[in-house]
């Protein structure tokens, strides 16, 4: 199984429109996938007790339950926020890391999607979410999509163009069918 996460709270984001074009090429090809949205995690407070394995929000146990320890890889799209990663992202990762680490972590893949406005695609959060995931003992697949000037490349109806389209098809071939 295959864990698509979309790395942002912000709703109808251009990150989760990518997110959403991976699902829909998963089914496609037969791979299952469960998608996680963290605009699921907008009505949870930054509370100790979320950091209580006892004590989390059911959001935090059934992505945790559902998707992501089934996953054996990790799609992670992730937004340019402030030159990294956003924060609810990492604020994710620290509530999942409270409870069955090493099951939700531990050695499985990570491809890891850029989205941004600039030029670089994310290609700095990448490469901090990288040092976060490795520590966590994932592997990170060396092949990394940047995703650059992102609202020229996903129309005004919220789909992808069809470069983007390209662009994705082919980090998801070489990522899940080519051996």
């Known amino acids: 199984m295959v864990a698509v996460i979309s790395g942002t709270n912000r709703p109808g984001s251009q990150t989760s429109v990518v997110a959403r074009f ?5 089914a496609e090809h037969g791979i299952p996938a469960g998608l996680v949205e963290l605009t699921s995690m907008n009505d949870l407070s ?18 945790r339950d ?27 990762i620290d509530l999942l890391s409270v409870k069955n680490r090493n099951t939700v972590f531990k050695n499985k893949k990570a491809s890891l999607i850029g989205v941004a406005s ?15 995931l490795h520590y966590l003992g994932m592997l990170v ?9 992102i609202e020229e490349v996903i ?17 998801l071939l070489d990522a899940f069918l080519e051996k």
Not at 73 to 92: A, C, Q, R, T
Not at 156 to 161: I, K, L, M, S
Request: hydrophobic share 40%; glycine share 10%.
């Open 22 to 26: 991976c699902m829909q090429w998963l």
């Open 46 to 63: 930054v509370t100790p007790k979320q950091f209580n394995s006892d004590h989390q929000d059911e959001v935090i146990k059934q992505m």
């Open 66 to 92: 559902e998707i992501l320890i089934p996953a054996n890889h990790w799609i992670v799209v992730s937004p340019e926020y402030n030159g990294s990663f956003p924060g609810i992202l990492k604020w994710w």
């Open 118 to 132: 600039g030029r670089a695609g994310n290609l700095r959060g990448m490469d901090h979410l990288t040092g976060v």
């Open 141 to 149: 697949m060396p092949e990394k999509l940047p995703i650059s000037k």
């Open 155 to 171: 129309s005004g109806d919220g789909q992808v163009t069809p470069g983007l389209a390209f662009a994705l098809e082919k980090y």
